[in-house]
């Protein structure tokens, strides 16, 4: 996948809609090791572009307004994990980035629907 074509798949639906339901714990991020290589949905995952995320039991494609301080950003799962820690949620390194997030940290993270 190109580096537009990875953007785009991280383009959240035109409305979105928040649930109320807000999970809370230890974030982290992942990058080069995974690079270009396949999420376990299939995709090709994209640590320069997509915000994306690993979560162990959300759907795919479900969106979280992930908090962190005072920034935020929409983040699609795509994959399974964090597998190592107490950790809830591995962002790719762009989510992180975007976030201000260097290591682990606390962040919660709001379910999001496609709205109408």
């Known amino acids: 996948m190109t580096a537009g074509r990875a ?17 809370e714990g230890d974030a982290s991020w992942y990058g080069a090791y995974f690079h270009g290589r396949a999420t376990t949905n ?44 107490d950790r809830f949620l591995d962002l790719s390194w762009a989510g992180a980035h975007a976030l201000g997030i260097t290591g682990v940290a606390r962040v919660t993270a709001e379910l999001c629907v496609a709205g109408p």
Do not use: K, Q
């Open 7 to 23: 953007a785009l798949a991280s383009l959240p639906p035109a409305a979105v809609v928040r649930t109320g339901i807000v999970l």
């Open 42 to 85: 299939g995709e090709r995952f994209d640590m320069y572009f997509a915000h994306t995320c690993a979560h162990r039991e959300l759907p795919f494609g479900t969106w979280l307004l992930v908090r962190h301080g005072e920034r935020e950003l929409l983040a699609r799962v795509n994959d399974r994990g964090p597998f190592s820690g």
